[in-house]
């Protein structure tokens, strides 16, 4: 099969968030100090040593993004720069080598493009979910940062991560585990955040929410953010606002919306501390946003025992998040113009 021209068999629109092993990923080694240029592999098991950091003390960390079929067929990447310069910061904080931008861009275009085939049509609702990801190898026992390193980068064809259809609303339940302290790891995508809240997102399933809403660790007060992804608010008063805390995940969809609500809807911005309690009754409307969470509205919250409503019964939707929606999806997919130059075209 011709890659370049042939797409797959799938049934795009009915595909969920889960791994699909596609053909080829790419992979370099930093030994001895410095990067080899890395390869296009075809196997998807990585070869690791049973003392390698990753596996022991969390000595890794990864990056989320989506390539797109825009309408006019070109493949848009949505602001691959800022994964690239938030993966160095987590690399930095973890005492592991930067990947130089040039090698995370060659990384990112070489597996779309080796992977074409994979990537859902145009007006299909599905994207190619690309996953880089930064480990610590070789042989190790005592805490200490590894000698060698890996860069790797998947693709898998996703579609929503909540649920089938457009904008699905989802409801959230304060977290009374939590995610991470003002000074720590909070606000590097580092898979230790992860692993310690997969039993917050247990808990608020079993409590029939989609997502543990987690608040600020110090107080147990303010909103930092919910378990993948960031929050966002339109207040009564017209303002709409997002939390101010240095233990979330600066979302680069969030930094997007924030610009889009202050350029384009002209809407009173603020990154601020949402004191949940006392503020949630002025709430118009929320939203949990991210790369593979889009922008979903929240349509209530589980806070000490109670439901919160924000949106009447039945609404799916407000009209600001609509338009975020829309706007956001519609210059990631080409359909708006590129009015901030946020697409980054791979050439086929
Ligand atoms: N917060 C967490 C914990 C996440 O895992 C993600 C996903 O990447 C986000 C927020 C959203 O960040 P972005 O918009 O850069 O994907
Ligand atoms: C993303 O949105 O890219 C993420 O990494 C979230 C992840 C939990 C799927």
Not at 316 to 338: A, F, H, K, N, W
Request: proline share 4%.
């Amino acid at each position: 099969m011709d890659a370049k021209v042939n797409k797959q068999q799938l049934n795009w629109a009915e595909l969920g968030f889960q791994y699909h092993r596609t053909d080829y990923r790419f992979c370099a080694r930093h030994v001895s100090g410095s990067w080899n240029q890395g390869e296009l592999i075809e196997s998807e098991i990585i070869q690791a040593h049973e003392g390698a950091p990753a596996l022991h003390y969390a000595q890794q960390c990864f990056e989320g993004l989506k390539a797109q079929t825009a309408v006019d067929g070109r493949v848009l990447l949505f602001r691959p720069d800022l994964n690239s310069e938030r993966m160095n910061m987590a690399a930095s904080r973890l005492l592991m080598p930067e990947v130089p931008r040039a090698l995370f861009m060659l990384a990112v275009e070489e597996t779309v493009r080796a992977n074409y085939s994979w990537i859902p049509p145009y007006g299909s609702g599905a994207s190619l979910y690309i996953r880089p990801m930064l480990i610590g190898v070789g042989e190790n026992l005592g805490l200490r940062p590894a000698q060698q390193f890996e860069f790797r980068v998947f693709v898998s064809p996703v579609g929503p991560y909540y649920k089938t259809d457009g904008m699905a609303v989802i409801s959230l339940a304060v977290s009374e585990l939590d995610r991470a302290a003002p000074n720590g790891t909070g606000s590097y995508k580092v898979g230790a955040n992860y692993a310690g809240g997969l039993l917050a997102t247990r808990k608020a399933q079993e409590k029939g929410a989609d997502e543990a809403l987690f608040l600020d660790s110090a107080e147990g007060r303010y909103i930092d953010e919910a378990g993948s992804a960031n929050i966002v608010i339109a207040m009564k008063d017209g303002a709409f606002i997002t939390p101010n805390s240095n233990a979330i995940l600066p979302s680069i969809t969030r930094k997007s919306l924030m610009v889009i609500a202050r350029e384009q809807l002209h809407l009173k911005t603020e990154e601020r501390d949402i004191d949940l309690r006392a503020e949630i009754s002025e709430f118009e409307e929320a939203a949990a946003c991210g790369t593979a969470a889009v922008l979903a509205p929240v349509g209530r919250i589980l806070v000490d025992q109670q439901w919160h409503s924000i949106y009447e019964d039945g609404q799916t939707v407000g009209p600001i998040m609509q338009e975020l929606y829309d706007r956001l999806v519609g210059i990631q997919i080409g359909e708006l113009s590129d009015a901030f130059g946020w697409c980054h075209e791979i050439k086929i």
